[in-house]
């Protein structure tokens, strides 16, 4: 029975030995498991806040569209017409005219009645396009069809009322306000509009090609 006993207590002693230090291995790889974890999903934070942060500076496809150059084919136009359907550049209509040489003239007189004749805001065309006929082919006008009082589009008109542009000139009317403008885009003095229509970059491709958002309208 002794030797029973005995045999029955030390297997008893190194039980409980056994069962203190599985716990202690036990808790060591879990507190190392803690770790590791705890630093993956911290990192997958900062790599989950970096994405958006990342895709805001990252111009969508859309976005880069919507600035991109637009070119124009005026191929049909006539004079003394303005190209038809309006096209469209960054979401604004541009208008293109194409003067005859009576309205070439008449942009050149110095007895229009305008509230910047000589283009003096610079924030409103190119240098290039700063000349009586704010354009770099004087028979071809290019402008942004919105007044520059609340934003509404002027109707383009081949004649208006004897006044600010002289008789039988045509130009551009507001249905908004009032505003008027002559062939050139320039207000009238005393209307509400406070400048002239603005003038976007453009270039010339080729003799009835433009380029609109492309500097270089010299070219």
Not at 49 to 70: D, E, I, L, Q, T
Not at 189 to 217: M, Q, W
Request: hydrophobic fraction near 40%; proline fraction near 9%.
């Amino acid at each position: 029975m002794s030797n029973g006993d005995a045999s029955h207590e030390a297997p008893a002693a190194d039980s409980q030995d056994g069962a203190e230090a599985a716990p202690a291995a036990i808790n060591t790889k879990r507190r190392y498991f803690l770790i590791g974890a705890t630093s993956v999903v911290a990192g997958v934070g900062v790599v989950g806040a970096a994405v958006p942060f990342v895709k805001f500076w990252s111009p969508s496809a859309r976005a880069r569209a919507a600035g991109a150059p637009v070119k124009i084919d005026f191929s049909k136009l006539q004079e003394g017409e303005m190209l038809s359907p309006i096209p469209a550049w960054r979401g604004k209509p541009i208008f293109v005219l194409y003067r005859d040489a009576e309205s070439i003239s008449a942009l050149e007189s110095s007895e229009l009645d305008l509230a910047d004749a000589n283009s003096e805001n610079p924030e409103m065309q190119p240098d290039y396009a700063k000349n009586p006929t704010r354009s770099t082919r004087p028979e071809i006008g290019v402008y942004v069809g919105i007044c520059t009082h609340l934003g509404c589009s002027p109707k383009f008109e081949t004649l208006v009322a004897p006044g600010n542009f002289g008789e039988g000139q045509g130009g551009f009317f507001c249905p908004c306000h009032g505003s008027r403008f002559d062939l050139a885009g320039r207000v009238g003095a005393g209307f509400p509009a406070p400048d002239n229509l603005e003038v976007p970059p453009y270039r010339f491709e080729s003799e009835t090609v433009i380029v609109i958002g492309d500097e270089g309208g010299a070219a």
